[in-house]
């Protein structure tokens, strides 16, 4: 089993930033692509950002690229995301998913999944 716990969330003005982390227990980190998730509210999930163990491999969803980061950090178990420039119509849950093998963009991919935190980027 892998547990997965976001931390980061919160509310800022549009045009701010804001760091989430996605820290992991249980099984080793190494080798599972990790990837970010977003719902807002009456929305579909939506696929944010991934990358894979050896971080060769990233990959966004076309609205996030050049705002949003993805990075992990295998010795502390950790994948960051990075969010620039902010817009109000980034405000959702942000959950972060695990996968043995590549980084993917659909959520039914993932294994596990956090919990969520709630992020709100007021206009």
């Known amino acids: 089993q892998v547990q997965l716990v976001e931390s980061g969330g919160g509310l800022v003005q549009a045009g701010g930033s804001l760091r989430l982390s996605c820290a992991s227990s249980?099984?080793?980190?190494?080798?599972?692509?990790m990837g970010w998730f977003r719902q807002a509210p009456g929305k579909e999930r939506e696929f944010v950002a991934a990358i894979s163990w050896t971080n060769t491999s990233i990959y966004y969803t076309d609205s996030v690229k050049g705002r949003f980061t993805i990075s992990r950090d295998n010795a502390k178990n950790t994948v960051l995301l990075q969010m620039n420039s902010l817009k109000p119509e980034d405000t959702a849950v942000y959950c972060c998913?695990?996968?043995?093998?590549?980084?993917?963009?659909?959520?039914?991919?993932?294994?596990?999944w956090g919990q969520g935190t709630q992020v709100t980027v007021s206009s």
């Open positions: 998913a695990a996968r043995q093998g590549g980084p993917r963009t659909g959520g039914y991919k993932y294994d596990y």
């Open positions: 249980g099984r080793p980190f190494t080798y599972y692509a």
